[in-house]
């Protein structure tokens, strides 16, 4: 065995899974996993662990697996993350744990994320959930939104031995687990459900179709229903558009409501009766994670896909695995390209975009350098579809219901990075409503933060 390489995941090959919506990833076996596990260090001072957001015992788990001890790994990642199953399919480990690895200076980095997968896979093949809480307390905490950043925060404080409720507004939770990544990246039932009522089994309630600033409000869950705490988890759901002309049109979609319709509501079954345009020549505007969830998804539908992006492919914010799965399956990629209008037919439905050729000038205010349209070079790409997908921000619905919550220019809810409090005593905050749309983890150690930051206020209360 070469220490120095990965040991080879197991996939569908490209051509069978643009045709399906069924995992792309097949994981590791067990006999992969030891492999694998064996390539890890055990390093004293483990880089990784710094790297992870929620900071998982890293080599505590990987040397479980070592020893065939697959239940003992599961309980090492429990007591660090509430969704080992899901991370392990979506987080970006190459920029994170797999990227401070001290074995890929020398190789390639452990297969940190796929071994997480492989023990929380196994768990749940094998019955195994986490241990529930056995000294609870009457204090009650309310936590809104079901996605990472919520339930992180429910699973921690439960194990404290709070009563905690969790009030999701649509009818499924999971948040954007649920109604943002594709079946083919992350499982419903198979995985995110079971994650889930893993969260529920600490003892977390969960009430669907509960919308706070219309069902009910912050202030009246302290002041009428008798919660201490409450934590705001409820993501960035509000998508962005250009403002160019056409974007009106019969045809342009959000990449929220694209995958939504798809995810949550099954649009992609046939048993189904979600409604939803099935183009044949789709364009996806954006570069990021969810541009590629899209893409990859329109592609299945039966779209000849483009990605439209302004910036050139050493740019792309999607994480390398997608952008390289898109181009095995397909996706056809038009880089240092930007929209300028979009072309409609006399019914008011999309024929076509207007695009013109940019060149990357000074770098902007992240790092990334700058685009430049370069003049005269406008072009027409014929289409039948267009999906945005250039970014969220949070609804504003909870900060203008809730008195004394501040808000910043982007109407994200202003929090402390270190326990996620807010302006509002009682009230915490974390994940894409403060930070606006970003991974799956950093909500998570949002959650985390704040669920130990609660705890401390109630202490102290």
């Known amino acids: 065995m070469d220490v120095l390489k990965k040991v080879p995941v197991r996939e569908q090959e490209p051509q069978v899974r643009a045709k399906n919506f069924d995992e792309v990833c097949l994981g590791y076996n067990e006999e992969e996993a030891v492999k694998e596990a064996e390539r890890c260090l055990n390093c004293k001072n483990a880089q990784c662990i710094k790297g992870c957001p929620v900071a998982i015992d890293i080599p505590g788990f990987i040397s479980r697996i070592k020893d065939k001890e697959f239940e003992k790994a599961y309980e090492v990642l429990s007591e660090s993350s509430a969704l080992p199953a899901v991370c392990g399919r979506v987080c970006p480990q190459e920029s994170q744990c797999e990227g401070k690895c001290i074995r890929g200076f020398k190789g390639d980095p452990v297969s940190i994320g796929k071994l997480e997968r492989f023990t929380a896979d196994w768990a749940r093949k094998h019955g195994v959930v986490p241990k529930s809480p056995e000294n609870g307390n009457s204090r009650r905490v309310a936590v809104i939104g079901s996605g990472p950043a919520g339930l992180t ?197 999309v024929k076509g975009m207007t695009c013109i050729k940019m060149e990357l000038g000074e770098p902007d205010e992240s790092g990334r350098r700058s685009p430049v349209e370069v003049t005269g070079s406008e072009f027409d790409i014929e289409l039948d579809t267009v999906i945005m997908s250039l970014g969220t921000s949070p609804n504003p619905l909870i900060s203008s219901t809730t008195e004394g919550l501040e808000i910043n220019r982007r109407k994200c809810i202003v929090a402390e990075e270190e326990n996620g409090a807010t302006s509002k005593p009682g009230v915490f905050a974390g994940g894409d409503a403060v930070t606006g749309a970003a991974t799956v983890i950093l909500a998570m150690g949002a959650g985390k933060a704040a669920a130990a930051g609660i705890h401390e206020y109630l202490s102290n209360k």
């Not at 649509?170 to 948040?175: I, K, R, S, V």
């Not at 002041?223 to 049109?249: N, Y």
């Not at 044949?280 to 483009?306: F, I, P, Q, S």
Request: aromatic letters at 8%.
């Open 153 to 349: 925060c429910a699973g921690d404080l439960a194990r404290m031995g709070y009563d905690v409720t969790i009030f999701e507004a649509l009818h499924e939770p999971g948040g954007v687990l649920i109604y943002g990544i594709p079946e083919f990246r992350l499982p419903k039932e198979e995985v995110v459900a079971k994650e889930v009522a893993n969260v529920k089994a600490l003892g977390v309630k969960i009430e669907t179709n509960v919308v706070i600033g219309k069902s009910t409000t912050i202030d009246e869950l302290m002041e009428e229903e008798g919660f201490e705490a409450v934590f705001i988890g409820s993501g960035a759901g509000l998508p962005r558009f250009m403002g160019i002309p056409g974007e009106q049109a019969n045809g342009v979609f959000s990449a929220n409501e694209f995958l939504t319709r798809n995810n949550l509501m099954k649009a992609f079954r046939e048993d189904f009766d979600t409604p939803i345009m099935k183009g044949k020549k789709v364009a996806v505007v954006g570069g990021g994670n969810v541009a590629m969830d899209a893409a990859r998804t329109a592609l299945r539908l039966g779209a000849e896909v483009h990605i439209v992006y302004r910036r050139s492919e050493a740019e792309l914010p999607a994480r390398v695995e997608e952008v390289h799965h898109a181009r095995e399956e397909g996706i056809i990629f038009n880089l240092l390209t930007n929209p300028v209008e979009i072309l409609v037919d006399e019914n008011g439905w």
